[in-house]
T-cell receptor
Framework: AQSVSQHNHHVILSEAASLELGCNYSYGGTVNLFWYVQYPGQHLQLLLK??????LVKGIKGFEAEFIKSKFSFNLRKPSVQWSDTAEYFC???????????FGSGTKLNVKP | DTGVSQDPRHKITKRGQNVTFRCDPISEHNRLYWYRQTLGQGPEFLTY????????KSRLLSDRFSAERPKGSFSTLEIQRTEQGDSAMYLC????FGGGEHRGELFFGEGSRLTVL
């Protein structure tokens, strides 16, 4: 069955620290991968997406993610976090035709000023 | 704001009552999805439409749940005979299926929070 796992449920960092959030997926066939973010009181919005090509993708606000096919992983990174990055982050996977999106359980990031 | 809108934002009901949620997607988006999210979990797929056709429905969805998108624009999600386990945030998202820079990107609404007493 298709699934997405996020192992870090809650991460606390100080400003300027580096961030890496883990995401592993279980999917047969071609997979499209996403990271979504939900800031406090706001709706979910796309950070970045990977369909094919360069496995290192860059998104908004300085975020990037690396697709490692052999590890079934799509980890999110940011070299230096800011207080404004405090949010919940969701990894998601979808088949080639985007008929369903499977989401991980989310990681709450708390950045201390 | 021309984003996805959902109504009502919050609904409190008693067990056994019926509730209906409405979603207005971004106008040019032909795909519309319903998701459910409970505390500490990510969004869980319920169903999706391409234009007015309901193409897939989660096997987890009981017969008490029904969704429509009559003219390929707005959509409604109805829950009949609500149970306490139905308490959740119901999310709607739309996407412009096809090519373009937003290919595969889900645009979410703010959600409709259901509390069943």
């Amino acid at each position: 069955a298709q699934s997405v796992s996020q192992h870090n449920h809650h991460v606390i960092l100080s400003e300027a620290a580096s961030l890496e959030l883990g995401c592993n997926y279980s999917y047969g066939g071609t997979v499209n991968l996403f990271w979504y973010v939900q800031y406090p009181g706001q709706h979910l919005q796309l950070l970045l997406k990977y369909f094919s090509g360069d496995p290192l993708v860059k998104g908004i606000k300085g975020f990037e993610a690396e697709f490692i096919k052999s590890k079934f992983s799509f980890n999110l990174r940011k070299p230096s976090v800011q207080w404004s990055d405090t949010a919940e982050y969701f990894c998601a996977a979808a088949a080639y035709n985007f008929n369903k999106f499977y989401f991980g359980s989310g990681t709450k990031l708390n950045v201390k000023p | 704001d021309t984003g996805v809108s959902q109504d009502p934002r919050h609904k409190i009901t008693k067990r056994g009552q019926n509730v209906t949620f409405r979603c207005d997607p971004i106008s040019e988006h032909n795909r519309l999805y319903w998701y459910r999210q409970t505390l500490g979990q990510g969004p869980e797929f319920l169903t999706y439409f391409q234009n007015e056709a309901q193409l897939e429905k989660s096997r987890l969805l009981s017969d008490r749940f029904s969704a429509e998108r009559p003219k390929g624009s707005f959509s409604t999600l109805e829950i009949q005979r609500t149970e306490q386990g139905d308490s959740a945030m119901y999310l709607c998202a739309s996407t412009p299926f096809g090519g373009g820079e937003h290919r595969g990107e889900l645009f979410f609404g703010e959600g409709s929070r259901l509390t069943v007493l």
